[in-house]
């Protein structure tokens, strides 16, 4: 189980790493150990996933995409929760089985550990947006704007993880950040479908 020190240390790193500094690796317990252990943050990112779907159940209804009486709730949940798990061991995964033809297996372990941290502080502008949405105090067109700012933001910020972690060239790095990219789309194609059906 990761504790409240190893959260604030990987907090610290994950700031260092947005700003570009490679010392902020040494934030993570790079170990074996902390490599599974990294994957328990997603306990952590519930409340940013239980946001974002309430934020886009009313963004459906302000929409008039789907009447609230008739809204498949245990569907809904079933699917954003069956996608949290997808999304989160995917890259790993694939990565896994690549990491020796593309060269990247003496830094796997490093990367996928701040990867899993560095979701952390990437959730945050989406949650601010959520919340701001859901509270009112936005509408619906500038949470979408907003949205779309924060993904440019975070995709910066993966980049510069891949960058620093795997110790790559730019193009792996931009490849690697790509092909996170692609399984988030097909994974939330596949949620959209789980649901909606």
Not at 143 to 159: D, E, I, P
Not at 160 to 175: E, K, N, T, W
Request: hydrophobic content about 60%; some cysteine; glycine content about 6%.
């Amino acid at each position: 189980m990761i504790s409240l020190d190893e959260i604030r240390a990987a907090l610290d790193g994950s700031w260092l790493l947005l700003r570009n500094r490679p010392e902020g690796m040494t934030f993570f317990d790079q170990s074996i150990q902390g490599f599974w252990r990294s994957f328990t943050v997603v306990v952590l990112l519930v409340p940013v996933l239980l946001v974002s779907g309430l934020a886009e159940k009313q963004f459906f209804f302000a929409e008039n995409l789907f009447p609230p009486d008739a809204f498949p709730d245990q569907a809904y949940w079933t699917a954003q929760f069956i996608g949290l798990g997808m999304d989160w061991i995917a890259l790993p995964v694939l990565l896994a089985l690549v990491a020796v033809p593309i060269g990247i297996s003496h830094r796997y372990v490093p990367f996928i550990v701040a990867r899993n941290w560095t979701s952390l502080l990437a959730s945050v502008p989406y949650m601010i947006t959520y919340l701001l949405f859901l509270l009112g105090i936005i509408s619906s067109g500038i949470a979408v704007l907003l949205s779309f700012s924060c993904l440019l933001v975070v995709l910066w910020y993966r980049f510069l993880v891949a960058r620093i972690a795997l110790q790559a060239p730019i193009s792996l790095a931009i490849g690697v950040v790509v092909l996170d990219i692609v399984l988030t789309l097909v994974i939330a194609q596949i949620v959209g479908h789980l649901w909606k059906v």
